[in-house]
T-cell receptor, first 115, second 111 residues
Framework: DAGVTQSPTHLIKTRGQHVTLRCSPISGHKSVSWYQQVLGQGPQFIFQYYEKEERGRGNFPDRFSARQFPNYSSELNVNALLLGDSALYLC??????????????FGDGTRLSIL | QKEVEQNSGPLSVPEGAIASLNCTYSDRGSQSFFWYRQYSGKSPELIMSIYSNGDKEDGRFTAQLNKASQYVSLLIRDSQPSDSATYLCALGLYGNNRLAFGKGNQVVVIP
């Protein structure tokens, strides 16, 4: 079975632009979470979606938004890009939400560079 | 206080030795704990999950959980050069339905 797939793998944008990152979860997984990882740090939680509903939001500005589609795939949108948004963006899927202790499995990530 | 702390610096171990990693956490309500391995330039890969006090073994890996002392550890027995990576400790937080990660510990296995 395919794992979590993310696209694109790499992206270069300039300040002020907008970006959309995409994620397809493992087949049968209904929960998708997004994380941001900067060099030398652990992933930081951005959003979690379960059954198309937002179940959690991290400490990120309103420039960050996300949604989950009926097929459980997800998009992360970031508006008005800043240099500090340069990071590896990770999508993780799980059978159910974290609250039930389900482990999350990560995709390969999208490396976003802001010039 | 950070939610998850991994304070040790890079850990160098000879091939065949035991690598020991520790992690402390602040949220007493956490019920699920995970160890991820991350190779340079790659995404985190789940290697262990633990939910109850005590030890859990999977191949060369052993996770240990002590909820009273609020720490979780990972032992890697018979360390191999392929174990050289950053190891991330994570816990499941119910209130916000998310994983909280430590900043990771780098392990270097010396042949």
């Amino acid at each position: 079975d395919a794992g979590v797939t993310q696209s694109p793998t790499h992206l270069i944008k300039t300040r002020g632009q907008h970006v959309t990152l995409r994620c397809s979860p493992i087949s049968g997984h209904k929960s998708v979470s997004w994380y941001q990882q900067v060099l030398g740090q652990g992933p930081q939680f951005i959003f979690q979606y379960y059954e198309k509903e937002e179940r959690g939001r991290g400490n990120f500005p309103d420039r960050f938004s996300a949604r989950q589609f009926p097929n459980y795939s997800s998009e992360l949108n970031v508006n008005a890009l800043l240099l500090g948004d340069s990071a590896l963006y990770l999508c993780a899927s799980s059978l159910d939400s974290v609250i039930l202790g389900q482990p999350q499995h990560f995709g390969d990530g999208t490396r976003l560079s802001i010039l | 206080q950070k939610e998850v702390e991994q304070n040790s610096g890079p850990l160098s171990v000879p091939e065949g030795a035991i690598a020991s990693l520790n992690c402390t956490y602040s949220d007493r309500g956490s019920q699920s704990f995970f160890w991820y391995r991350q190779y340079s330039g790659k995404s985190p890969e789940l290697i262990m999950s633990i939910y109850s006090n005590g030890d859990k073994e999977d191949g060369r890996f052993t996770a240990q959980l002590n909820k009273a002392s609020q720490y979780v550890s990972l032992l890697i027995r018979d360390s191999q050069p392929s174990d050289s990576a950053t190891y991330l400790c994570a816990l499941g937080l119910y209130g916000n339905n998310r994983l909280a990660f430590g900043k990771g510990n780098q392990v270097v296995v010396i042949p």
